[in-house]
């Protein structure tokens, strides 16, 4: 069974900045790819950025290149994603993913179908 529990999520103004956790419960999380999701009601879920289990490689989605870091602490079995300059369109339920196998890479979790497990989401709330 895998275990993953986002925080960090918030109600924050446009250009403030936010920092969500993924603490993970999974054997072999330091040999996966761990991503993070969006998703905003009545819309798909969108990919947002990955990150490779040596956290050599990130790939981040254009809506928020520049703007957003993904990384993780394998010794604290953790991905960390620091968003700056918050827009409201960034508000959306943020998720915690891990890759299917330990042959899933940062560019393949672009991929919804790539991921094992998500987390079960926190919230980011970006005023107008």
């Known amino acids: 069974q895998v275990q993953l529990v986002e925080s960090g999520g918030g109600l924050v103004q446009p250009g403030d900045s936010l920092r969500l956790s993924c603490v993970a419960s999974i054997r072999t999380f330091n040999s996966l790819a761990m991503g993070w999701f969006r998703q905003a009601p009545g819309k798909e879920r969108e990919f947002v950025a990955a990150i490779s289990w040596t956290g050599g490689t990130t790939v981040y989605a254009d809506s928020v290149k520049g703007r957003f870091t993904i990384s993780r602490d394998n010794a604290k079995n953790t991905v960390y994603l620091q968003m700056n300059s918050l827009k409201p369109d960034d508000t959306a339920a943020y998720f915690c993913?891990?890759?299917?196998?330990?042959?899933?890479?940062?560019?393949?979790?672009?991929?919804?179908?790539?991921?094992?497990?998500w987390g079960q989401g926190t919230q980011v709330t970006v005023s107008s």
């Open positions: 993913a891990v890759g299917r196998t330990l042959l899933t890479s940062a560019s393949d979790m672009t991929d919804p179908t790539r991921v094992r497990s």
